[in-house]
């Protein structure tokens, strides 16, 4: 997905831009990049591959090129930034984050009016965050071309731009899918996704940009360039799975939430008569874990951690892009204790069951260490539509998720006519979903949070929260 930070100050800056861009490291794993600028030197910029080697490493031999009152860093899951770009609206360094699903359409639009070229990458993609910058470049003003921009792209776009003169342009996307939000000490204001970020750095909360909110930044304030709508769509994953649990979004922390949508599962299983008798309640690491004890202390059942990830030399951001060697770290992870398994019925709660891959690997790791039982406990609903907002769940066709397939075992055609019946775990058609999928990985039992459950675990309202992933509305 990714995620950025900037910082303007009265002082230099770079090192509070350093740390901030690090603590985005679990939104992306593909670049990482950083641009300063000051009066004497002008722009300072650095970009690094993070497939291999985390964003601190890469960059910290980049610290002492880079300084100024103004900086901007961003962790990448695509395209290489930040860019720098000169055009009749300015010299400046850009910074997105999103989904551009019409770029090609953008672009040959652009060719057709007399743009003369894009820079093409390996596999012939361009990159987006040059097209978002031609978008806004089309246009009088840095302000109306950034409005153009949200308007323009089919997806979503959150985007920080840091100009000449001191100054941070940031703009939430159109629906507020992902957050934006400002920080402010002594000497000046930082831009950031997680809140925690700018927290760690002595940074105080300023607030969250609203849906499609496009504000001036510099040492001394903040300034509206263009109001926010009243319309947000703001994406439940952010609480379920992306976000840090340290974090908030529209006042409602991680942790928290996922302490609450744990204590809403078990509720339900209770209700439902589908509690288990079990030794022991575990999360899947990591975001699984606070689901779990909130599980735990509502159901009264103990919690406890049957297997560890091992994450010192292999976090998220220094994975290999090799399949194979990925497949095989993923099992290197998961270190088990024994006296946790052997003989135990186990209930595990994970963030979500997207394509299963992952999840049939956990499964036969807890048996061939001498698990008893395994219950699943999925944290949201069964994923029905790959996400055309962001990247969670992208694929190339929904067959790719793991219910669609089910479902298309299981009926055919005919039951794709039919997700909202098999989302519900009530139905006769949710039952077979759930029963099949338990048959297929060995679970003893298995159950989904439901919709109305994990909206009522955020807290915000329903039509506040993006649930496309889930029932296809949008």
């Not at 695509?78 to 699903?101: E, F, K």
């Not at 957050?179 to 607030?207: H, M, W």
């Not at 099992?331 to 999840?359: A, C, F, H, N, Y």
Request: aromatic content about 10%; glycine content about 10%; hydrophobic content about 35%.
């Amino acid at each position: 997905m990714g995620g950025f930070f900037g910082a303007v100050s009265r002082r230099d800056c770079v090192l509070d831009v350093f740390f901030g861009t690090d603590y985005h490291s679990h939104l992306g794993t593909k670049r990482g990049g950083m641009a300063s600028w000051d009066r004497e030197s002008g722009f300072q910029r650095a970009i690094h591959s993070i497939e291999n080697t985390p964003f601190r490493t890469k960059m910290e031999s980049e610290l002492e090129a880079l300084h100024g009152g103004i900086c901007i860093g961003c962790i990448s899951d695509t395209d290489p930034q930040p860019m720098l770009m000169r055009s009749h609206l300015g010299t400046y360094a850009l910074v997105i984050t999103g989904r551009v699903n019409n770029a090609d359409e953008l672009v040959e639009e652009f060719l057709g009016n007399g743009h003369s070229q894009f820079e093409v990458r390996s596999g012939g993609n361009i990159n987006c965050t040059e097209l978002v910058a031609a978008l806004i470049n089309s246009q009088p003003t840095l302000a109306e071309g950034i409005r153009y921009a949200q308007e323009r792209v089919d997806g979503s776009l959150c985007l920080l731009l840091m100009k000449e003169g001191e100054e941070l342009i940031a703009a939430r996307d159109r629906l507020g899918r992902l957050p934006i939000l400002i920080g402010r000490n002594k000497d000046g204001y930082c831009v950031s996704f997680e809140s925690f970020a700018y927290q760690k750095l002595g940074y105080e909360d300023v607030r969250d940009l609203g849906p499609a909110e496009i504000v001036r930044i510099t040492a001394d304030g903040v300034e509206v360039l263009s109001p926010p709508r009243k319309e947000m769509r703001i994406c439940a994953f952010l609480w379920s799975y992306y976000g840090y649990p340290n974090s908030q979004y529209e006042g409602v922390n991680v942790e928290t939430m996922r302490y609450r949508n744990g204590q809403i599962m078990a509720d339900y299983d209770r209700e439902q008569n589908l509690s288990q008798d079990v030794d022991c309640v575990s999360g899947v690491p990591d975001s699984g874990i606070a689901h779990a004890v909130g599980y735990s202390y509502k159901s009264g059942l103990p919690f406890a951690r049957p297997f560890i990830k091992y994450t010192p030399t292999w976090p998220r951001s220094f994975m290999p892009s090799n399949q194979a060697v990925r497949n095989q770290i993923a099992k290197m992870k998961m270190i088990p204790i024994r006296e946790l398994i052997e003989g135990k019925k186990l209930l595990m709660v994970d963030d979500s069951i997207v394509r299963g891959t992952q999840l049939q690997e956990t499964v036969d790791f807890l048996y061939s260490n001498g698990a008893e039982e395994v219950h699943m406990r999925s944290a949201c609903p069964p994923i029905m539509y790959g996400c055309k907002y962001l990247n969670f769940s992208r694929s190339n066709s929904d067959m790719d998720l793991l219910a669609r397939r089910v479902i298309q075992e299981i009926e055919g055609d005919e039951g794709q006519d039919h997700l909202d019946e098999y989302a519900d775990g009530t139905s006769e058609r949710g039952c077979a979903l759930r029963q099949r999928i338990a048959e297929m990985f060995g679970f003893t039992s298995l159950e989904y949070q439901s919709l109305d459950g994990l909206i009522q675990a955020i807290g915000l309202p329903r039509d506040c929260i993006c649930t496309y992933c889930w029932n296809g509305k949008e």
